[in-house]
């Protein structure tokens, strides 16, 4: 089993690295299954995820700033310069670096951020939807 888990992890960070937007692992019965493991596959480290959960969680209550972009880039997340992401904004946990925010974009509050924001646009809700596309920063 442990060598499936290395394989499937393997797999898990092609995909996270690779441009399709979908993985696909071929089901061979209830030992390869991901979802009776996912979280030993897709958990590298317990603390590393503990951290990423903390730091998820700060920035939810946070207002909009450069401070919490920064933490949020510490975990991996691609945030753009000068971007806006309000207070009460939900992140996935487990795959924070699929998450990219371009610059100059604004993220309404209570939105859940499911994919990725363009450069100056203006998203909200759940699921997340363009609200309003901006020509430069001001």
Not at 20 to 27: A, D, F, V
Not at 37 to 42: A, D, G, L
Not at 66 to 78: A, H, P, T, V
Request: hydrophobic residues 45%; charged residues 25%; positive net charge.
């Amino acid at each position: 089993m442990a060598e499936d888990v290395v394989a499937i992890r393997k797999k898990v960070m092609e995909f996270i690295d690779g441009p399709e937007g979908y993985l696909k692992i071929p089901y061979e019965g209830p030992d390869l299954n991901p979802r009776r493991f996912w979280h030993k596959i897709v958990l590298q480290s317990r603390l590393r995820f503990l951290w990423q959960t903390a730091v998820i969680f700060l920035c939810t209550i946070l207002p909009s700033g450069e401070f919490k972009n920064r933490l949020l880039r510490s975990i991996g997340m691609n945030i753009g310069r000068e971007a806006f992401i309000a207070p009460m904004v939900f992140f996935d946990i487990e795959f924070p670096r699929l998450v990219s925010i371009g610059e100059g974009a604004g993220v309404a509050m209570n939105s859940f951020v499911n994919r990725d924001v363009p450069p100056f646009t203006v998203v909200g809700g759940s699921p997340l939807q363009e609200i309003k596309k901006l020509d430069k920063l001001l």
